[in-house]
């Protein structure tokens, strides 16, 4: 028999899971983290003996309150991330923790997606989408989670599981469950025999609908146990827990068309609507004026926002969507057609490139989370999602602008799916012991919108914020109705009790989180998760969101007093907080606020560093050169003795000195050091000098990949069992080929091999091309190794050293720089900045430069490519996959790639930060063998063989492998 996991009660594990992107906060008293079905069935039980309340907590992308508990509560995010791929993409399994962007990207090679498009994929789990039965810009109500839906398997509070996929479900519901069973025939018989209540529910689920339960269900489908199913969705987590589910998916049409209809007002955009509606397009987006003055503000908004005057303008983003290029160019100009009619403030320009059309869209579906990022301080944003006919938007509108302006809100916004009749509009509240002014709007708006026919949740689901207005919607049957249907699912009434139902009145105006100053890198932070699923620490300690809170909730206990838990925050944060962020700052790229949490941490990095550390690297910073060499020298020796000596060497200035001050010698260190960094020419000795060289100082410390080495210091092919793919020392399967065997007619992969340095050379001479390296290329580094630690001293005496030196050899800017070293090319794009000097990755310079002018004599047969952080931040990802692509014959980009943690240094002061980034990509990369394995940085390469076992090499290596 399973026991039920532990109970967390750790105060800093229950403030971390706490918070989510609602204005709510309640603190729960445990939490945990069950790891499978039968796990839960067990918390279950154990909750339904002791009458224990319980939440299930995902993805916390709600804004309804949803996620949230005083009593227990289980994360299912770190856990449940099944993605099986069935019928070549035509169906789909998956579990509650997965992310929406992650089944997307399973899918995206068969050309499929799931229906429900909300504009939190990023960080949204599946089982929030089934919880709140999401469904977005486009997916209105025919392609949201519950009409996609083709099976669920569940778990009821009794610890009975019901799977709808298996014959005979409905017969062992009525087996198992009796009472259950025949409570739904008669809910079923009461909703249909009674023709009130089938019109209300008819006319309620014809438009977007998530208040309450979905009790459509009660009419749609046949079986108890298909109602029940279908009654889960969109119940919050207060009927089951969802262990997995069959989605339909739907076709992805290859060819799209994106445009803006900017109408010198809100009422002309709402009027436009019904032309607009009838003209087909797939999505309709509103944004109103503020809404639009705020996405001007926004990294990466498109020209056809930046270049608009706004006054009082709104616009629609509209799409049109198809197979057939000639029949999309045809819908094009209708459109374009169309809309001459409408008196737009500006034409519109219908475009299908694809930079464009993305950077229209990542502005609208950011606009939440960076409206409220632009907040007054101190106070809250609050977004609420109503829906009403498409006839009377219009009218509503005008009525929501009049309650803005009755109640005091000034600058608030409007803006969502249109053609669905879908709004959103966001109020900046100061939230203190209550709000009497929210409360006296919040009843003025729930009378708008029902006077308008609508519903009051389309899409956020009923959560907190509108349980005390469900009967208002549905009246007291109905209502009863749902009463009923929770009772006889959870008659103790333990699955998060105050959701989508409550006796309280005033329960929206309970419980409301408080705001709470910290540093400014971070106070922006709207809590919304986002950048939780790209985080390397996020399955070890804290997620991003987590290292902000947490300083919050410090904070905010010290303010109330409580210097224990404080205290407790405090002392806890140090490891988990500090010294486990790689602060590589992905983070950034998926939070629609930029803030970038690594920031954060080097700057508490660099408060905590004492005069000595300090002294040390700015020494340090004066001497690269020596330290480099030094560097090399040690892994030269350390390399020619067996492994274990180096190892417990380390391991003892570990003890004395601390995780954080000394590495870890580890067996994907290579054993030798690497070359140093000589000035002089590079590439075709007569050519003409066409860009200043600085090759990284990394290539210097660690020499050359290697084939991976055992545990005991012994070459091997394979994996030796100390990384995170799961494989040991296995056998491989049938059809693969080990490491470093080759393809019939492909070039392999060397046991060994010069590095990139070497390879770039000869890549610039067959190009015919020169390259310079600077006179004291020795001495320069990036400064990512002073800055990364804090040392903002060493980092401006080293970026200086580096600004004069790159202004010289470059002429003033008249050459380009080119650095072999992803994170190092970052680095000196930020040292370069505002100097006009033109700083590349070599692996763009070559993508763009030498790869016209190379000839590959003989692909390699199939590559397996880790794309970085650093490739992420510098737009690079595209070169380094080209490159692979023009060398070799099969490329394979693992889904679950992400940053790997090893962060320089990083991964070898906390070896288990790598092991839990890498744990789901190195598991991908084991499924399958292939001749070469690249990325584009020397220490990622060492990161991803810790995890993989296998001997990553830089791109540009396995390029100059295949033009010899």
Not at 560 to 568: F, I, K, N, P, Y
Request: a negative charge; glycine letters at 10%.
């Amino acid at each position: 028999m399973t026991v039920a996991p532990l109970l967390d009660t750790d105060v800093v594990a229950r403030h971390a899971l706490a918070h989510d992107a609602s204005h709510y906060l309640l603190l729960p008293e445990a939490v945990t983290s069950p790891t499978d079905e039968d796990s839960v069935v067990a918390l279950l039980r154990e909750a339904m003996s002791a009458r224990r309340p319980l939440t299930f907590r995902s993805g916390g992308t709600s804004l309804s309150g949803q996620a949230q508990s005083e009593a227990v509560l289980a994360d299912v995010r770190t856990h449940f991330r099944t993605v099986e791929v069935l019928d070549h993409g035509e169906r789909v399994r998956v579990g509650p923790g997965a992310t929406l962007r992650q089944v997307n990207a399973h899918l995206l090679r068969h050309m499929r997606r799931l229906g429900p498009d909300p504009a939190s994929e990023v960080a949204c789990t599946i089982g929030g989408v089934i919880a709140n039965n999401s469904s977005g810009m486009a997916a209105g109500i025919a392609e949201n989670s519950y009409r996609t839906l083709e099976s669920l398997r569940f778990v009821l509070p009794s610890g009975t599981i019901v799977d709808t996929g298996l014959e005979g479900a409905d017969a062992r519901l009525r087996r198992e469950e009796p009472d259950l069973h025949e409570g739904l025939v008669l809910l079923m018989r009461r909703v249909r025999d009674n023709a009130e209540s089938t019109r209300v529910i008819r006319e309620r689920f014809a438009l977007k609908n998530t208040m309450g339960y979905g009790i459509n269900a009660l009419l749609d489908f046949a079986t108890p146990a298909d109602v029940l199913a279908h009654l889960v969705v969109g119940s919050e987590g207060t009927l089951a827990f969802v262990s997995s589910a069959v989605f339909r998916t739907v076709p992805i049409q290859k060819h799209i068309t994106t445009g803006l209809l900017v109408l010198p007002s809100l009422e002309a955009a709402t009027a436009a609507l019904p032309e607009v509606v009838g003209a087909g397009f797939a999505t309709a987006e509103l944004m109103d004026a503020r809404s639009l003055i705020v996405a001007q503000g926004l990294a990466g908004a498109p020209q056809e926002i930046l270049g608009l005057d706004v006054e009082r303008h709104a616009a629609l983003l509209v799409e049109h969507r198809s197979d057939d290029p000639a029949e999309l160019a045809q819908r094009a100009a209708d459109a374009v057609g169309m809309s001459e009619g409408l008196g737009l403030s500006v034409p519109l320009e219908m475009t299908t490139d694809a930079a464009r059309r993305a950077a229209m869209w990542t502005t609208r579906k950011g606009l939440y989370a960076a409206i409220a990022g632009a907040r007054p301080a101190g106070s809250t944003a609050l977004l609420e999602d109503v829906v009403v006919p498409v006839p009377e938007l219009e009218a509503t509108c005008r009525g929501l602008q009049d309650l803005f302006d009755r109640h005091d809100y000034d600058e608030s916004v409007i803006f969502g799916h249109a053609k669905d009749g879908n709004i959103h509009f966001l109020l900046n509240e100061q939230l203190g012991e209550g709000s009497s002014r929210l409360e006296a709007f919040t009843q003025d708006m729930v009378e708008l919108v029902l006077d308008h026919g609508g519903n009051l949740k389309a899409e956020h689901g009923t959560g907190r914020v509108m349980a005390p207005f469900v009967e208002r919607q549905y009246g007291p049957e109905l209502y009863g109705v749902m009463r009923e249907l929770k009772a006889l699912v959870d008659p103790a009434g333990i699955l998060n009790p105050g959701v989508v139902l409550t006796n309280d009145a005033s329960a929206h105006m309970q419980n409301l989180k408080p705001v709470i100053e910290i540093e400014e890198e971070a106070d922006r932070c709207v809590e919304c998760g986002y950048c939780e699923p790209v985080c390397p620490s996020k399955d070890l300690t804290l997620t991003p969101r987590q290292r902000i809170v947490l300083r919050r909730d410090a904070n905010l206990a010290e303010q109330r007093g409580d210097l224990e838990t404080a205290a407790a925050i405090r002392t806890a944060y140090e490891y988990e907080g500090l010294e486990t962020c790689a602060v590589d700052g992905m983070c950034v790229t998926a939070c629609p606020v930029g803030i970038n949490t690594g920031d954060l941490v080097r700057r508490l990095r660099a408060e905590d560093a004492s005069a000595a550390p300090n002294a040390a690297w700015k020494a340090a910073a004066g001497n690269w050169d020596l330290l480099t060499r030094g560097a090399s020298a040690a892994m030269s020796m350390a390399g020619a003795l067996p492994q274990m000596l180096p190892r417990a060497a380390t391991e003892v200035g570990r003890a004395v000195l601390g995780t954080d001050v000394v590495p870890q010698y580890r067996s994907e260190l290579p054993r030798r050091g690497g070359s140093v960094r000589r000035a002089g020419g590079r590439g075709r000795a007569s050519a003409d000098v066409g860009a200043v060289y600085l090759p990284a100082c990394v290539h210097t410390m660690f020499g050359a990949a290697e084939e991976p080495r055992s545990s005991d210091g012994a070459v091997s092919g394979g994996c030796g069992g100390d990384c995170a793919c799961g494989s040991g020392n296995r056998a491989t399967s049938s059809g693969s080929m080990p490491s470093g065997s080759v393809s019939s007619g492909s070039t392999p992969a060397p046991t060994t091999a010069a590095g990139v340095p070497a390879a770039l050379d000869l890549l610039a001479q067959r190009a015919g091309m020169r390259l310079a390296v600077p006179d004291d290329a020795a001495s320069l580094c990036c400064g990512t190794p002073f800055s990364s630690k804090g040392m903002t001293g060493a980092k401006e005496q080293m970026r200086e050293q580096v600004r004069a030196a790159l202004l010289a050899a470059s002429r003033d800017g008249e050459l380009p720089v080119i650095v072999d070293a992803s994170s190092c090319t970052e680095g000196i794009h930020q040292a370069m900045e505002g100097t006009g000097v033109a700083v590349l990755d070599a692996i763009t310079y070559v993508r763009r430069h030498l790869l016209p002018e190379l000839s590959v004599r003989e692909p390699a047969g199939s590559v397996t490519v880790h794309p970085t952080c650093s490739t992420t931040h510098l737009g690079a990802t595209d070169d380094l996959i080209a490159i692979a692509e023009a060398a070799a014959r099969d490329v394979v980009v693992p889904v679950d790639w992400g940053c790997c943690g090893y962060a320089g240094d990083r991964g070898m002061l906390h070896p288990e930060l790598t092991a839990s980034a890498t744990r789901a990509e190195a598991a991908e990369v084991a499924q399958r063998e292939t001749d070469w394995y690249v990325s584009s940085n020397r220490t990622c390469e060492l990161g991803m063989q810790a995890a993989t076992g296998k001997p990553y090499r830089h791109v540009l290596e396995l390029l100059e492998a295949v033009t010899r």
